[in-house]
């Protein structure tokens, strides 16, 4: 079933005065048109994802050009496509990231981060492959769950090492 595609009014895309948003995209995708300047005074992002797009994930992550701190959380689909998560945000200091699978399978996926002000990052995500930091960030603080360390460590395949570790 396909889920329904949700536009945001004009006035909320543009307040000026919104600095805090938690949404979520359980049942639902977020429209953002391409022409407008998205969130303009957004400093804290909070959402939850089911089966994300990547494509409408880095929409999102680029409509918000003062964005300080990213709360990610959800559950990863069986689509079948590798997802990116592209977050090119010089302007970020807090990244956290808690990604599940929705079923049992082998199926990667990427963290790209591109944030120079980083200061914290979380990241718990069971089927992450690779972390790529493009810009030498501030980190102060990085907490990566155990499947992270060991799937960044000896690679998505060797399930010998993901055994051994729980």
């Given at each position: 079933?396909?889920?329904?595609m949700?536009?945001?009014p004009?006035?909320?895309?543009?307040?000026?005065?919104?600095v805090?948003?938690s949404?979520?995209?359980?049942?639902f995708f977020?429209d953002i048109?391409?022409c407008?300047?998205?969130?303009?005074?957004l400093?804290?992002l909070?959402?939850?994802?089911?089966?994300p797009?990547?494509?409408?994930?880095?929409?999102?992550?680029r409509?918000c050009?003062?964005?300080?701190?990213?709360k990610?959380?959800g559950r990863?689909g069986m689509?079948?496509?590798?997802?990116t998560f592209?977050?090119?945000?010089?302007?970020?200091?807090?990244?956290?990231?808690h990604l599940?699978?929705?079923?049992?399978?082998i199926?990667v996926?990427r963290?790209?981060v591109r944030?120079r002000?980083?200061e914290y990052?979380?990241?718990?995500?069971?089927?992450?492959?690779?972390i790529?930091?493009?810009?030498?960030p501030?980190?102060?603080?990085?907490?990566l769950?155990t499947k992270?360390?060991?799937?960044?460590?000896?690679g998505?395949?060797?399930?010998?090492h993901?055994?051994?570790?729980?």
């Amino acid at each position: 079933m396909e889920r329904p595609m949700i536009s945001f009014p004009q006035s909320i895309l543009t307040c000026k005065s919104l600095v805090k948003l938690s949404l979520g995209f359980w049942d639902f995708f977020l429209d953002i048109p391409d022409c407008v300047v998205c969130f303009p005074c957004l400093k804290f992002l909070s959402i939850f994802v089911n089966c994300p797009n990547s494509n409408l994930m880095h929409k999102l992550f680029r409509s918000c050009p003062i964005l300080e701190e990213l709360k990610i959380k959800g559950r990863l689909g069986m689509n079948g496509n590798v997802l990116t998560f592209d977050i090119n945000m010089p302007t970020l200091k807090n990244l956290k990231i808690h990604l599940r699978p929705s079923f049992d399978y082998i199926l990667v996926h990427r963290l790209v981060v591109r944030a120079r002000n980083l200061e914290y990052l979380n990241v718990y995500n069971e089927l992450l492959a690779c972390i790529v930091m493009g810009e030498t960030p501030f980190l102060n603080k990085v907490i990566l769950d155990t499947k992270v360390i060991i799937r960044l460590l000896y690679g998505p395949q060797n399930d010998e090492h993901t055994k051994r570790a729980e």
